[in-house]
Every structure is written in structure tokens, then in C-alpha cells.
């Protein structure tokens, strides 16, 4: 099983307040992820880093923020919580693959954490 | 645009028998495939990763196809277990990025009865 952590796991807050979801890997991956995932559908992609001090944003427009000052955290903030930020928010990372034609990034998931905004 | 659809949306199935998840896509340029398992409530798990050369994958009683060629792939699970109930997702990543893209299919949520 990867090495990579979320925390808190589960999280029931009301609208308005400020939250701060943690990701942790000990990998040493220089890339890591956010997806958020609503019930039977797709992950979408609402950020990455290539490394240290680099953040982009993904396909899926979000209102969250994320930093990546070190290389094995990458914690995302929403600043004012609403009821249309309630999801799944899946954290993972991944190192390229070297020795391989094409090399490809396997990414390793944590365990999410379930954010319900009330 | 670059889409991965899977089939069944979900499937019942009893101990002990075998099943086959589809998966479709139109991702390109096309770079590898891989099936991951989801629990509920849990991030996903890679089962099996192929990249365009390779037509077929096994990790126990999973084994993976896939046909580059028509752009589709399956997931034969022989002699199901209980614990074998989850989301089998379907990932596609494309060479058109240093990031190696990834598109997600929906899943197929796989139940196995007693």
C-alpha cells in the first residue's frame, strides 16, 4: 500500500468557515494531485505540482487553493466554505517511471477525505 | 475530445463466478491504460497498467486486455470474492503532456453476493 495520507478522513462543517485539507506523501514524489469526486462519477482533476513552489491549477474549475512548500505536503484550502464544496477530495502523488518506452507517472491515491458543507 | 466510457454502470454478480468489465476510449495520442479498484471510501488502487504494446495484463485473479487498435479494454475477474465488491475504474493517460494527463471512466461498481 502507498505511503501517502490524508487527514482529516471525514469533515462536517458549516457554511462560511475556512478549512484546510492535508496530503502527505513520504515517497519522495516531486508530482502530486488534487481530485474531488462526487458519488458514481468521474475524478476530475482541480490541481497539480510539478515540485516544490509549482501549483496549477486542473481541468475542473475550483474556488480552492493548494501550496506545495515542501516536498512531501501538498495541503489544500477552501477559504469560505459552501454546500456546493461537499464531495470526496482524493490527494495523490506520482514519480516518472524511468527505464520505459514510453515512461508513464504511476499515481498512488490516498484515502480520501470527505468533506460534507452544511 | 478525450473520453473513457465503461460498461456496465454496475453489476451483481454471485460468489465464485467470473466477470468482464468494459472499457471504451478516445483518448490520443494514446500513452497507457490502467484499472484501478475503489473501495467505498477509499482512493483508488492500481490493479494493472498497459501501455500500447502490451494486449494483455495479469495481477491473481485479475487480467486485463486491451486493443489499441479499437480502443478498448477489459477486466476479467475470474472466481469472485466477497471482498472483490468495489468501483473498477478505468484510466487513460495521453502523451500530449509532460503531466501525462489521466481520464477517468465513471467506474463499473461491482457487487458480489454470498
Known amino acids: 500500500e502507498a505511503d501517502i495520507y490524508q487527514t482529516p478522513r471525514y469533515l462536517v462543517i458549516g457554511t462560511g468557515k475556512k478549512i484546510t485539507l492535508e496530503c502527505s506523501q513520504t515517497?519522495?514524489?516531486?508530482?502530486m494531485y488534487w481530485y474531488q469526486q462526487d458519488p458514481g462519477m468521474e475524478l476530475h482533476l482541480i490541481h497539480y505540482?510539478?515540485?516544490?513552489?509549482?501549483?496549477e491549477k486542473g481541468d475542473l474549475s475550483s474556488e480552492s487553493t493548494v501550496s506545495r512548500i515542501r516536498t512531501e505536503h501538498f495541503p489544500l484550502t477552501l477559504e469560505s466554505a459552501r454546500p456546493s464544496h461537499t464531495s470526496q477530495y482524493l490527494c495523490?502523488?506520482?514519480?516518472?517511471?524511468?527505464?520505459?518506452?514510453?515512461?508513464?507517472?504511476?499515481?498512488?491515491f490516498g484515502p480520501g477525505t470527505r468533506l460534507t458543507v452544511l | 475530445k478525450n473520453q473513457v466510457e465503461q460498461s456496465p454502470q454496475s453489476l451483481i454478480i454471485l460468489e465464485g463466478k467470473n466477470c468482464t468489465l468494459q472499457?471504451?476510449?478516445?483518448?490520443?495520442?494514446?500513452?497507457?491504460l490502467r484499472w484501478y479498484k475503489q473501495d467505498t471510501g477509499r482512493g483508488p488502487v492500481s490493479l494493472t497498467i498497459?501501455?500500447?504494446?502490451?494486449n494483455t495484463k495479469s495481477n491473481g485473479r485479475y487480467t486485463a486486455t486491451l486493443d489499441a487498435d479499437t480502443k478498448q479494454s477489459s477486466l476479467h475477474i475470474t472466481a469472485s470474492q466477497l471482498s472483490d465488491s468495489a468501483s473498477y475504474i478505468c484510466?487513460?493517460?495521453?502523451?500530449?503532456?509532460?503531466?501525462?494527463?489521466?481520464?477517468f471512466g465513471r467506474g463499473t461498481q461491482l457487487t458480489v453476493w454470498p
Open positions: 495523490a502523488s506520482s514519480a516518472r517511471t524511468s527505464g520505459r518506452v514510453p515512461s508513464y507517472n504511476e499515481q498512488f
Open positions: 515517497m519522495g514524489h516531486d508530482k
Open positions: 505540482s510539478y515540485g516544490v513552489n509549482s501549483t
Open positions: 472499457c471504451n476510449y478516445t483518448v490520443s495520442p494514446f500513452s497507457n
Open positions: 498497459m501501455t500500447f504494446s502490451e
Open positions: 484510466v487513460v493517460s495521453d502523451r500530449g503532456s509532460t503531466l501525462g494527463r489521466l481520464y
